[in-house]
């Protein structure tokens, strides 16, 4: 059973949003609203001119495409972007917070981010305790680059 996402394309000429090809993928491609010129260093939150109600209990997970940075010179600024289901009206128009290390151009249409939802994670509990009676396995970065 699938879950239901109302959207709202707040321009009509924007390509309707369609999973990312391959039968292992379960992210949905995001597209620019409008077209952008940025120059190096400028910082501009890139309207991707639609609005959703994500079903209760779950959250969408934005981020670049493994592209983006190579086609456009963009970041996001944030690294990721978190819309929980009480971002829900028409007014909540999601964004792209875009921060360009040279100058570019975006047009409308253009894929500069991906999506995916996923449910929230369970409540934690936190127990504190003395040591956690593992071995090291040699600090955080210790696994090399190959």
């Known amino acids: 059973m699938s879950e239901v996402i109302k959207i709202k394309y707040h321009d009509p000429e924007l390509i309707k949003i369609e999973k990312i090809g391959g039968k292992k993928s379960d992210w949905y491609d995001l597209r620019a609203g409008e077209d952008v010129h940025m120059a190096k260093g400028d910082y501009r939150l ?79 509990e936190f127990v504190e305790v003395e040591t956690l009676g593992n071995e090291s396995r040699g600090g955080f970065g210790s696994t090399g680059i190959q």
């Open 46 to 124: 890139i309207s991707l001119q639609i609005s959703v109600q994500i079903p209760e209990g779950y959250e969408m997970i934005i981020a670049p495409r493994s592209s983006t940075f190579k086609h456009f010179g963009i970041l996001m600024a944030n690294s990721i972007g978190i819309l929980d289901e009480e971002f829900n009206s028409d007014e909540d128009i999601v964004m792209f917070p875009a921060l360009a290390m040279r100058d570019t151009e975006i047009h409308k249409n253009d894929r500069i981010c991906q999506f995916r939802i996923q449910k929230h994670q369970p409540e934690i």
